[in-house]
């Protein structure tokens, strides 16, 4: 949070500012299912944006899993943009609806470097629930369709 | 800088680690020149990748001009990837070279959002010369080939 006031383009997800932190599991068909340590960020500088940030942990060993980093925006009051990079070498563009409560997103994109895992589409689905921010992620890679990927719940730490 | 060991994947980019400041000048055949402060960091979490970030200020207002976001890997010891998420709605997937003192990229793919501004190319050139960090973005976009954007010099400041 800072004094900045946010940007009128993007007042609606006011609700998100902040810094969240929960635990999530991952499964999927080609690994083992695990948990892990989450903390994700929406920030702000005043500009028609929020930037994303979020990182993932092994435990009890603190170990990073995860990462991914990127922008969001609101091309109307409903509607949502958000672009992402990732260490693994990838890239998502994801167009969708914000009402409010939930910002249900669809890749439009991906892209890969030469040596990245082929990622080819990504749901993401984040609820605010009272005092929980609630997200889903759907993959499909490895030559599956879309397919249950994450599930984490978060609670806002600052 | 932290205490973590860098992993041996990125053990050639240790000379990239850090914060780095300074100023720089862009240009465009379709906008007025402008200058701008910048403030780039390269980190890592001792996994395969270095975390990369960059944010830009207007002077003497400080007024925050760009930022991208982005994850640098070495898929080998002479080639590297770079993917950046921006927030005007584009990602990139760069590919290129690194030789100890410069890393030399160029998109191989370029995604935006339905309402992104419409560039189709980026090549970026990082070079290290003694205590400096210069670097030059050029850039295809509103219908232009390639040509020069950005180029500035920055110091390591932490």
């Known amino acids: 949070m800072n004094e900045i006031a946010l940007h009128h383009d993007v007042a609606p997800l006011r609700v998100l500012l902040g810094t969240w932190r929960g635990e999530g599991q991952g499964d999927y068909p ?8 989450e903390e994700v960020t929406f920030g702000h500088v005043g500009k028609p944006f929020l930037a994303y940030g979020q990182k993932t942990w092994r435990q009890p060993d603190g170990f990073p899993l995860h990462a991914e980093s990127g922008y969001l925006r609101l091309p109307s009051w409903d509607t949502a943009e958000l672009v992402l990079a990732h260490p693994t070498g990838i890239v998502e563009v994801t167009e969708g609806t914000w009402d ?4 249900l997103l669809r ?52």
């Open 30 to 37: 080609t690994i083992d299912p695990f948990s892990y340590t």
């Open 100 to 103: 409010g409560t939930q910002l």
């Open 107 to 158: 890749s439009t994109l991906i892209g890969r470097t030469a040596t990245a895992k082929p990622v080819t589409e990504v749901e993401r689905r984040f609820t605010l629930d009272g005092d929980e921010l609630r997200y889903t992620v759907a993959m499909a890679a490895m030559g599956l369709p879309l397919t249950h990927h994450l599930a984490a719940i978060l609670r806002r730490v600052r």
